[in-house]
């Protein structure tokens, strides 16, 4: 089954703008990871944050976690046309770290 | 990083035939983990492959619907066997991007199924 609930499921904006991705999820974390996935392909690793980190940076991404509601958000700042793509989270449990599991996704449409 | 290529990428087959997806690692590792996303939906693990003992399936998923092999630690191979059109996904394969824990994966590029 699911661990993390993202939303919105969908998300359409225009090319400049700012998308926010929320994720929840229900159980004890080592940490969370956000990937994306372009038409279908194999998934790219885009940033992970530790349970014991409460933000984090790389690019044009920032991410944020919040162990005591079980939440995390991507942020990607000034979108372009190749953000176009589905965003998933993803959490290593504590304890056996080798293992994900994904959330819904949210497909992100960037538009000129 | 590690580089993952995997093979077939796409392929359309018939009811009650079975395919064999292959992920070649441009480095060694310990676990390859393997993946199902049904249309629309997200990713479901299937199996955690370790090199010289037996597959670590998940609930619901069976060896003998998903055989899969490890005969060394850079190749794997899943088998989707007796294929219903139920079995029409994107099968990936994964493996960890580093050792010690908190580390991100990285994945192959994936194998749509369509069955017929």
């Known amino acids: 089954s699911q661990q993390g609930e993202e939303d919105p499921q969908a998300l359409s904006i225009q090319e400049g703008e700012n998308a926010t991705m929320n994720c929840s999820y229900k159980?004890?974390?080592?940490?969370l990871q956000w990937y994306r996935q372009n038409s279908g392909r194999g998934l790219v690793h885009l940033i992970l944050i530790r349970s014991n980190e409460r933000e984090k940076h790389s690019g044009r991404l920032r991410v944020t976690l919040d162990t005591s509601k079980k939440s995390s958000s991507l942020l990607i700042t000034a979108s372009r046309a190749a953000d176009t793509a589905s965003y998933f989270c993803?959490?290593?449990?504590?304890?056996?770290?080798?293992?994900?599991?994904f959330g819904t996704g949210t497909r992100l449409q960037v538009t000129l | 990083s590690a580089v993952i290529s995997q093979k077939p990428s796409r392929d359309i087959c018939q009811r009650g035939t079975s395919l064999t997806i292959q992920c070649q690692v441009d480095s060694q590792v310990t676990m390859m983990f393997w993946y199902r996303q049904q249309p629309g939906q997200s990713l479901t693990l299937i199996a955690t492959a370790n090199q010289g003992s037996e597959a670590t399936y998940e609930s619901g998923f069976v060896i003998d619907k998903f055989p899969i092999s490890r005969p060394n630690l850079t190749f794997s191979t899943l088998t989707v066997s007796n294929m219903s059109p139920e079995d029409s996904s994107i099968y990936l394969c994964?493996?960890?991007?580093?050792?010690?824990?908190?580390?991100?994966?990285?994945f192959g590029s994936g194998t749509r199924l369509t069955v017929v």
């Open positions: 993803a959490t290593g449990p504590t304890g056996t770290a080798s293992k994900l599991t």
């Open positions: 159980t004890s974390i080592n940490n």
């Open positions: 994964s493996v960890a991007l580093g050792t010690g824990g908190n580390y991100g994966y990285t």
